[in-house]
């Protein structure tokens, strides 16, 4: 409870010199006069935690700040099987809709090609008349000529083959069990499709991803791995968390030529509710 000061020791002095080392020690208590220990305390208890603010503030500027991003975005299936024309067609009818389940080997949709029915009928015809021809030949006993059409017959059948398989192509079965998601609408009924036209697209899992749009300034923020919440229209209350699985790239629009920036992230299908709603 006392206070603190300042002594010396000497050994071997002369009784002449303890005057002068008295004076020396009034001379150090006037120019730093001692503290009380309870105000040293505080001293040091204060300088402790300036450095402890100053060591926790270093830590904070050293972490990394979390980033907000937003971004409009359009919801893709992950897994999907697409359905495409195999060869020039007319639309007769289409049997499914949006929103169908269909089961690997239904009919999904049928199409008719005047085209190819005109090339089998005229196939067949040939495969009538090299079929004449060679009994012909043989009757007469020409060999050669019975040989040249029987090879000729063999061809015609087998172009015969290859025009009933596209034409039976054009009822087109689902090949895999899912949910149809795209369709051709039922009211194009006679309308021309060309080879290689989407037909339906069925989506096989509940998987779903996101094609995210950014800004240019924010693009550059956006790395892989990130995480974030996706809010959908028609969905008040909810959100989905995605994590981003590529860096935003610049795509160019095949059709119209425009560029964005783009990135694709994939979305839990569990939808995440908030406590509570403002």
Known sequence: TGSHGYGLCAF???????????????????????????????????????????????????????????ATGEAIAQDTTVLAMPSDGFLKQIHVRPGDRVARGDLLAEFDSPSLRDMLAEEQLNATVETLSAQAALAENRYSDYQISTERLKIVTTRIAQIADRIAGLNVVATVDGEVIEAMPDSITGAFARTGDRIVAIQTSDAMRMKLTFARLDARLVLPDMTGAAYFRGTAGQSFKLRVLTRATVREDPQTGTEAIEAIAEIHSAPVYPVFAL
């Open 12 to 70: 071997g002095a002369a009784e002449d010199s303890f005057t002068l080392l008295s004076g020396a020690l009034d001379l150090a208590t006037m120019l730093a006069p001692p503290r009380p220990l309870a105000a040293e305390r505080r001293r040091w208890l204060r300088r402790g935690l300036i450095w402890a603010l100053l060591a926790a503030a270093a830590i904070w500027l050293a972490l990394p700040a979390p980033i907000a991003v937003t």
